[in-house]
C-alpha cells in the first residue's frame, strides 16, 4: 500500500487579518446587508454559501480548513460509530450496504480501478478491496488517511490500495482514470459541491458510474421535530450562512435531493438508482424522544415502508443515496 501525501491544487489557505474586524455598529449594519443579501438568493435551500464567486478562493481555503481540522480531531468517532449498537451507527452501516448494492450493481471486474473520496477511517476502503477492486482512496484530513492506512494493515489489504491526502475540489488525477468514483458522507461538509462533483465526473471514465451520498434536506425528522423545522425557514438558514462565512465554521449541509440531481445534470451525469435510507432518531426541540431500542425498531419499520415506495417515506430518508452514469 502507497500512502502519498499527494500535492493539493487547492486555492491557497487565507488568514484573518485582525484590522480588518469590523467595530460593532458598521458590523450590525453589515450583517444586515448580508442577510437581506443571503435571503434574496435565487436558489435558497441550503444553508452553506452558495457557489459564488465573490468568496474569493481564500475564504473556501478556510473553511476547509476548517472542515480539516474537525474530521482530524473526529477521527476516532468515524472509527468507532460503525460498531455502535444506537440508530446512528445502524444508519451508518445501512448507508454503507446501500452503497455497496450501488457498487455490485456497477458490474465492475476483477482489479477495476476505484477511487473513494473522503474515505474517512477506511470502513467502505476495506469492502472495496475485499471485492477485488484496485482502490485509489483519499482525504482531506491526514488523520482520516492514518485510521484507514492502518485498518487496511490490519485486514492484509495493502496490496490493493493506494492512500494519500487529496480535496475533492480539485482532485489529482488525470481525466476519465476510474471505472467508479465513490464519494460516501463528503458533499454535505463542501464548500462547493458543484466544484466536487463536477470533479467527480472529470476523473471517471466515460460511460462509468459515480456514487454519492447526501445528507437529506426532506429527511422526516426536518417536519416532526419543531426546532428542525425552523431550521428550514429561510431566516434560520441565512443566518447559518451568515455565521458559517463569518466564521468559516465546520458544520455540515442538508440537500434537497432534488438540488443533487441538479448538480449532477450540470455536471453530464445521469441518475441511474436513487434513494434514501435511515429513519431517526426522532428528536423533540433537539431532544431524543424514545429509547434506542425503540429507535432502532422504529428505524427497520419506516425503512422497511419506504422500500416499498410508501408515500411520503420513500424520499424522506437521512441519507440521499445516487448512483449516476457519465455519457
Ligand atoms: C462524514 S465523513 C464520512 C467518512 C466516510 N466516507 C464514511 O462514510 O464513513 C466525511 C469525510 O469527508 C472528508 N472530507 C471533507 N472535506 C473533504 C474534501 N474537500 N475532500 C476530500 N475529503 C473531504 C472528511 O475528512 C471525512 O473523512
Known amino acids: 500500500m502507497r500512502v502519498d501525501r499527494l500535492e493539493r491544487r487547492t486555492p491557497q489557505q487565507a488568514t484573518f487579518d485582525p484590522a480588518t474586524v469590523p467595530t460593532r455598529s458598521s458590523r450590525t449594519h453589515r450583517i444586515a446587508g448580508q442577510l437581506s443579501d443571503l435571503m434574496s438568493q435565487r436558489n435558497s435551500e441550503n444553508d452553506v454559501e452558495r457557489e459564488r464567486p465573490s468568496h474569493g478562493e481564500g475564504h473556501h481555503g478556510v473553511v476547509q480548513e476548517h472542515v480539516n481540522a474537525h474530521f482530524d480531531s473526529t477521527a476516532s468517532y468515524w472509527d468507532a460509530v460503525y460498531r455502535d449498537g444506537d440508530v446512528q451507527g445502524l444508519i ?26 473522503g474515505c474517512g477511517a477506511g470502513h467502505l476502503t476495506v469492502a472495496l478491496a475485499e471485492r477485488g477492486l484496485r482502490v485509489d482512496a483519499v482525504d482531506a484530513s491526514q488523520a482520516m488517511v492514518e485510521v484507514t492506512a492502518s485498518r487496511m494493515a490490519q485486514a492484509g489489504l495493502t496490496e490493493r ?19 467508479l468514483v465513490v464519494a460516501v458522507g463528503v458533499i454535505p461538509w463542501l464548500h462547493s459541491p458543484g466544484d466536487a462533483v ?37 431566516l434560520r438558514r441565512a443566518w447559518v450562512a451568515l455565521r458559517r462565512r463569518r ?23 445521469r441518475p441511474l438508482a436513487r434513494r434514501t435510507v435511515g429513519f431517526g432518531p426522532m428528536s423533540f426541540l433537539g431532544r431524543p424522544v424514545f429509547s434506542e431500542e ?7 419499520r419506516l425503512q422497511a415502508m419506504a422500500d416499498r415506495g410508501v408515500p411520503g417515506l420513500r424520499w424522506t430518508g437521512w441519507h440521499y443515496v445516487v448512483r449516476a452514469e457519465k455519457a
Do not use: C, W
Open 92 to 117: 451508518y452501516r445501512m448507508r454503507q450496504a446501500v452503497v455497496l448494492d450501488n457498487v455490485v450493481a456497477a458490474k465492475l471486474s476483477q482489479g477495476a480501478p476505484v477511487l473513494e473520496i
Open 161 to 179: 490500495v493506494t492512500l494519500a491526502t487529496a480535496d475533492i475540489h480539485a482532485l489529482p488525477f488525470e481525466a476519465d482514470s476510474f471505472d
Open 198 to 234: 463536477r470533479e467527480m465526473a472529470r476523473v471517471v471514465r466515460p460511460g462509468a458510474q459515480i456514487i454519492l451520498t447526501a445528507d437529506n434536506r426532506a429527511r422526516l425528522t426536518s417536519f416532526t421535530d419543531p426546532r428542525a423545522i425552523l431550521a428550514l425557514t429561510p
Open 247 to 269: 466564521r468559516a465554521l465546520a458544520s455540515s449541509r442538508l440537500d434537497f435531493p432534488k438540488r443533487i440531481d441538479e448538480l449532477l445534470a450540470q455536471a453530464q451525469l
Open 294 to 300: 425503540r429507535n432502532v425498531q422504529i428505524n427497520d
